[in-house]
C-alpha cells in the first residue's frame, strides 16, 4: 500500500473518530447539563439561598450555562456530527449564531465572576462596599453585565466569514483571527478567572479578619455570624473549584485560534486537515464542559448545596408517601 493510501486511511479514520467524539460529547453534555441546570435552579431558588446576592449571580450563570447546553452544543452537533451545518447556509446566519454562542458562553463567566464579587463586597469592613452586596445592586448588575459583553463581543459579526473549505464560520485570517484568539483568551479564559482568583483571595483576608473583630461579642452575635460565615465559605469554595477547572478548560479555544493563525499560510495534506480538525472540535467542546456541568462542580464542592438539593428530593419522597397512604385510606373505606 503506497504512503498516500496510508495517509487517506489515517484520515478518513480520524474523521470516524472525531464524528464518534463529538456525538458522544454532546449527547453527555446536553443530558447531564440538562438535569444539572434544572435542579440548580431550584437550590438558588430556595428560601434559604434567594435572599443572599451572590446566589443571584450563580442563578444568573446557571441559566446562561442552560442556554450554552441548549443552544450551543446541539448547532454544534447537528455540525460536526451529522454535517447539518446551519451556519453555512448565509453569511447572516453565521455571524448572527456565532455572535450568539459566544455571548451566551462569556455571560457564564463573568457571572460566575462577579459572584466573587460579591463575597468580597459582602465581607468587607466596610460598610459603603458592603452596601453594594445587596439584591438591589445584583438585579440591576447582571442585566447591566450582560449588555456589555455582547458590547465587547460586536466585532463577531463584522468580521466572521465562512470557510468553504473546512464549511465552517470562522474568523476572518490574518490578522483578526490572531485578535480573536487574544481577545477570546481575555474576555472568556483568563479574565473571569483571574477575578474570580483576586476577589476571591481578598474574600478570604476579609473572612479572617471578621473572625478576630467579632470574637469579643456576645453568644448570639458569635452564632449568627458563624452561620453567615459558613454560608459565606460554601460559596467561597463552590467559586474557588470552579475557578481552576475553568482555567484549564476555557484556555482551550484561544490556544486553538492562535495555532491555526500561525499556521495560516501553510499548505496542508488531507491528513493534516483531519488532524486538525480534530484539535478543533475537541478544543471547542471541552471547553464548554464547566458551563455545562457547573451543578456537579456545586454539588461536589459545597455542602450547603448538597443539603439544599437533598430537600428536593425528601419532599418528592414525603410528597409519594402522602399519596399513597391517602389512596390506601380511600380504598379501605
Not at 481552576?244 to 495555532?259: D, E, G, N
Request: charged share 10%; with cysteine; net charge positive.
Amino acid at each position: 500500500m503506497s504512503s498516500s493510501n496510508v495517509s487517506i486511511t489515517e484520515a478518513s479514520t480520524i474523521r470516524q473518530n472525531t464524528i464518534i467524539f463529538v456525538q458522544v460529547w454532546c449527547y453527555l453534555m446536553i443530558s447531564l447539563g440538562t438535569i444539572g441546570h434544572t435542579c440548580s435552579v431550584y437550590v438558588f431558588t430556595r428560601p434559604t439561598l434567594r435572599s443572599n446576592s451572590c446566589t443571584w449571580y450563580f442563578l444568573a450563570a446557571s441559566m446562561s450555562g442552560a442556554g450554552v447546553v441548549l443552544i450551543n452544543i446541539p448547532l454544534r452537533l447537528l455540525q460536526a456530527g451529522y454535517a447539518i451545518n446551519i451556519y453555512t447556509n448565509s453569511l447572516i446566519a453565521c455571524k448572527v449564531i456565532t455572535f450568539i454562542q459566544q455571548w451566551t458562553r462569556a455571560q457564564y463567566a463573568w457571572f460566575t465572576a462577579l459572584a466573587c464579587v460579591d463575597r468580597f463586597l459582602c465581607s468587607s469592613s466596610s460598610a459603603t462596599l458592603r452596601a453594594y452586596s445587596s439584591l438591589h445592586s445584583a438585579s440591576r448588575t447582571i442585566p447591566v453585565t450582560s449588555l456589555l459583553v455582547g458590547i465587547a463581543l460586536f466585532h463577531i459579526p463584522v468580521y466572521f466569514q465562512i470557510n468553504m473549505r473546512q464549511q465552517t464560520c470562522v474568523p476572518m485570517s490574518g490578522i483578526y483571527q490572531t485578535f480573536f484568539g487574544v481577545w477570546n483568551l481575555v474576555i472568556f479564559s483568563v479574565g473571569p478567572p483571574l477575578v474570580m482568583l483576586c476577589f476571591g483571595l481578598r474574600t478570604v483576608q476579609h473572612i479572617r479578619g471578621s473572625i478576630q473583630r467579632t470574637g469579643a461579642t456576645n453568644v448570639a452575635v458569635r452564632t449568627e455570624n458563624q452561620r453567615r460565615k459558613t454560608t459565606d465559605r460554601q460559596l467561597i469554595q463552590m467559586m474557588f473549584v470552579q475557578c481552576v477547572i475553568f482555567m484549564l478548560t476555557a484556555s482551550l479555544p484561544s490556544v486553538q485560534f492562535i495555532y491555526t493563525s500561525v499556521r495560516s499560510s501553510l499548505v496542508i495534506d488531507d491528513l493534516q486537515s483531519a488532524k486538525d480538525n480534530l484539535f478543533y472540535n475537541v478544543c471547542g467542546f471541552v471547553s464548554l464542559t464547566v458551563p455545562c456541568l457547573s451543578f456537579y462542580l456545586f454539588t461536589l464542592s459545597s455542602k450547603l448545596f448538597r443539603c439544599e438539593l437533598m430537600k428536593l428530593f425528601n419532599s418528592k419522597w414525603r410528597s409519594q408517601q402522602i399519596t399513597v397512604t391517602s389512596t390506601s385510606l380511600k380504598r379501605r373505606n
